[in-house]
């Protein structure tokens, strides 16, 4: 019977038809009809126009279902498909530039890999050169770098490592907040700076005795120290900042390759080792009667070490005017949210808010680092014991070095697979950090147990292989991974100072490995390194959130809602399962994870960016009919959208009904923001103190 009382004009009667009242439902005749959707729900018009910013393609099934909901076999194959589409992208661009210009990938590669990784490369050749000076002091000055100082304190000679060690880590958190309160631009500055001063003292330090020496030595690494601590945090950020706008492009780079660009940024740190060991090999030989046998003299010693830190201080000065004249617009994306959040200054209020709400990925950030640290160390204590060895006792420093050569390039290797791997959605961040720390206890704890085997002539080729594959995994794992993380799962307000926070307590674990391997043998560090790889494994297992394939701009929208005392009301994919850790999902954080409800959500923020681009417009004394700076999310039709008309001039309310007559599965709504009129502008929450 209900088949024939179908009253379907009753409910949304064609234009000039009268709807008549009609009795009680009589059974299942309303099934026929499309389910009615509240306000909170997008209609099919609005799902059309907003498609490419609600549900982008490389995230996104043709049918709307967000790649992380997909079944396993399923998201694999979606995932493939749009990392091929992406590679074969990338390859006919590279290959249309060389045909333009040979030189043009090489340019490419120098303006958004080099550049921004200078500072960095400066200081992985800096530091990695001061660790590979210390066996050459030994040999020149053994009676205050030997074993049993006789002219120098053994005390002040542990000390140059601590000072090093402390100054980076003063610089980590002293530059980070600098970074988030002044701004990019001027941590970026300053700390090119620093470095420079520490470089000219570390080339000139001289005394009127070796212990004098040893002192100044020391100190000129605190101050350098601080200059390279506070270029973790500040070339995290801008690197990771810098290469996304709000454009739509520009979106999807973000999602698809940020990791990428961050960490290409950060092997620059495992060049800096490479050039280094390099220039070092020559200088020794030029300067030690053309060869790199000892006995090695004064006046060897004193040009290959002042000499080595002569030259970066030169690619220094360089970095220095580089930022201060080329990089005036570092700190953008900076200055556009404190002025959303109406903050001057240091945001106070956003630094106890993360602590607050993000309080699991301090601990993970902060904590694997740590343990990261200390492997980094320990990573050390494989190869002078399989070159004395292989060697004997008649091992040399020119020994030392080229093994040192060869285990940078298997590192490199580790770095460059990381930026190859780090943003795949399969694989990604979170994955490649735990099987990292999970080979570095493996390659650790194996030898410890069996210790006299391995360093034998019958395992050293075997404790050698793991040497290496320690040092590939430490790399293609937590080095990378680490570095990237702590910047980008905070927000912006505030990232350069919990990615300071981060890296402190990281080299709080390389100060605890310098301190206690001057007090234990070498089997007992081996008993107690490959823990924290365990430990490391856990604490990424249960606080770290995987960020692969999101976007910053929805963790920033994200963090907004947080911010207004609303995060119960959002509903994106910054909170689906897959972007949380396992001590989030516990503590109930994905609960209000809701796909649909967050596209109407979404065009309500939208709606509230696209009324402060035009206020700005309207505030600049241009013509009204001058497009907005948009970057390409703001089509003509979501323009038309918001001003409440239509392309042809008609009502955008027709349009809808038009839409309605074509696709019978839409809702009844028509398109309004929630409850209020298209034309009536929406106020954002206050914010919550």
């Known amino acids: 019977m209900a088949r024939f009382l179908r009253r379907q004009n009753e409910h949304d009667p064609p234009i000039g038809e009268i709807p008549v009242p009609h009795g009680p439902e009589t059974g299942t005749e309303h099934a ?77 590669y120098f303006r958004n890999a080099i550049l921004p990784g200078a500072g960095l490369g400066l200081e992985g050749y800096v530091l990695f050169s001061i660790g590979n000076l210390k066996p050459l002091f030994s040999a020149v000055w053994g009676m205050c770098w030997g074993k049993t100082p006789t002219e120098c304190s053994k005390d002040w000679v542990y000390a140059v490592d601590y000072l090093e060690i402390i100054g980076i880590m003063v610089g980590q958190v002293f530059v980070g907040i600098i970074g988030d ?42 101050v350098y120290g601080i200059g390279v601590g506070g270029e973790y945090p500040i070339t995290a950020t801008s690197s990771m900042e810098n290469a996304v706008s709000s454009g739509r492009m520009s979106t999807r780079d973000d999602r698809l390759h940020r990791g990428r660009k961050v960490t290409m940024a950060f092997l620059m740190q495992g060049w800096g080792q490479f050039v280094n060991q390099v220039v070092l090999i020559v200088l020794l030989i030029i300067f030690n009667r053309g060869h790199g046998n000892p006995p090695y003299s004064m006046t060897a010693a004193q040009y290959a070490f002042r000499l080595s830190f002569a030259f970066p201080a030169i690619g220094t000065l360089w970095l220095a005017y580089y930022r ?45 680092w740590f343990c990261n640290d200390v ?50 959605k399969m694989y990604g961040r979170k994955t490649m950090q735990q099987i990292g720390f999970l080979m570095c206890f493996i390659m650790f704890v194996i030898p410890a147990f069996n210790y006299n085997y391995y360093t034998s002539k019958a395992g050293v080729h075997s404790f050698q292989a793991m ?59 081996f008993y107690v390194v490959p823990w924290f790889g365990l430990a490391g494994m856990l604490i990424t297992l249960i606080w770290l959130p995987d960020t692969t394939g999101l976007d910053l701009k929805e963790q920033e929208r994200r963090w907004q809602y947080i911010l207004e005392g609303r995060d119960n009301e959002y509903h994106g994919i910054a909170i689906h399962p897959q972007h949380l850790s396992l001590w989030e999902r516990w503590m109930g954080v994905g609960k209000n994870y809701h796909p649909d409800l967050d596209v109407k959500a979404k065009i309500r923020d939208l709606r509230t960016e696209w009324d402060e681009k035009e206020a700005a417009r309207a505030g600049s004394d241009s013509e009204s009919t001058l497009p907005i700076d948009d970057d390409g999310d703001f089509t003509d039709e979501i323009h038309d959208y918001f001003r409440g008309t239509t392309t042809n001039g008609n009502s955008l309310k027709g349009k809808l009904k038009e839409s309605d007559r074509q696709s019978p599965s839409r809702s009844n709504d028509d398109a309004t923001l929630g409850d209020q009129p298209i034309n009536e502008k929406i106020e954002p929450a206050p914010r919550v103190n």
């Open 32 to 108: 026929d009809f499309p389910p009615r959707h509240t306000a909170n729900y997008a209609t099919d018009y609005e799902r059309q126009i907003f498609s490419h910013i609600t549900h982008p393609d490389d995230s996104y099934t043709a049918e709307g279902v967000y790649w992380a909901d997909l079944p396993f076999w399923k998201r694999f194959s979606f995932v493939s498909k749009v990392d091929r589409a992406e590679s074969a992208d990338e390859a006919s661009r590279i290959w249309a530039m060389f045909k333009n210009d040979p030189l043009s990938p090489v340019a490419w």
């Open 181 to 222: 309160w002044i701004g990019r631009r001027w941590g970026l500055i300053q700390d090119a700076l620093v470095m420079l001063l520490g470089l000219c003292l570390l080339t000139g330090s001289w005394a009127a005795t070796l212990q004098g020496w040893v002192i100044m030595y020391g100190w000129s690494l605190f």
């Open 467 to 525: 040497y290496f594959l320690s040092s590939f995994f430490n790399q293609f794992g937590p080095n990378s991974v680490t570095f990237l993380v702590a910047g980008e799962v905070y927000p912006t307000q505030i990232r350069a100072s919990a990615h300071g926070f981060s890296a402190m307590v990281g080299k709080a674990g390389a100060l605890l490995a310098a301190i206690l391997y001057n007090y234990i043998s070498d089997q007992t560090k």
């Open 375 to 424: 492997f980094f160390y320990g990573n050390k204590l494989f190869q002078s014991q399989f070159i004395t060895t292989i060697t004997g006792n008649n091992s040399t420093l020119m020994d030392t070095w080229t093994w040192n050569l060869v285990n940078v390039t298997v590192s490199l290797a580790g770095y460059y697979a990381a930026s190859m791997v780090i943003d795949n």
């Open 324 to 368: 201060t004249w080329k990089m005036k617009s570092a700190g953008r994306q900076l200055e556009q949210a404190k002025k959303k959040a109406h903050v001057t200054g240091y945001d106070v209020q956003s630094m106890k808010m993360v602590i607050n709400n993000f309080g699991g990925r301090l601990l993970a950030t902060a904590g694997g």
